[in-house]
């Protein structure tokens, strides 16, 4: 599986961003990580293919994670963004069924994009 995640950029605080990741097959779980310079890779959100979703404390009530399985693509909806949010952006997919224990953790996913950066200036 291939994926393609697109929609960084600029925004200034409190502003939106919408981050789409399309996959080339079918996938059970995708989700989204982050890096910021200097920082560890961090869990930002997840969803199945059921619609089950899952939010790191940090942005919890602010993101929103959805999928369209006909197109293959899941979205993280981005609001209320802050200078923190700033960093590399990846999704990651995972194509069979795992315990969702593990949904958050990075080597749960077999399948890696190649980042968005955003940036989110004060």
């Known amino acids: 599986v291939q994926l393609q995640a697109s929609g960084g950029g600029l925004v200034q605080a409190g502003g939106s961003l919408r981050l789409s990741c399309a996959a080339s097959?079918?996938?059970?779980?995708v989700g989204w990580f982050r890096q910021a310079p200097g920082k560890e890779r961090e869990f930002v959100a997840a969803?199945?293919?059921?619609?089950?979703?899952y939010y790191s404390d940090s942005v919890k009530g602010r993101f929103t994670i959805s999928r369209d399985n006909a197109k293959n693509t899941a979205y993280l909806q981005m609001n209320s963004l802050k200078p923190e949010d700033t960093a590399v952006y990846h999704c990651?997919?995972?194509?069979?069924?795992?315990?969702?224990?593990?949904?958050?953790?990075?080597?749960?996913?077999?399948?890696w994009g190649q980042g968005t950066l955003v940036t989110v200036s004060s």
């Open positions: 969803i199945t293919s059921g619609g089950s979703t």
């Open positions: 097959g079918r996938t059970f779980a």
């Open positions: 990651a997919a995972r194509t069979f069924s795992t315990s969702l224990l593990m949904i958050r953790t990075a080597s749960a996913y077999e399948y």
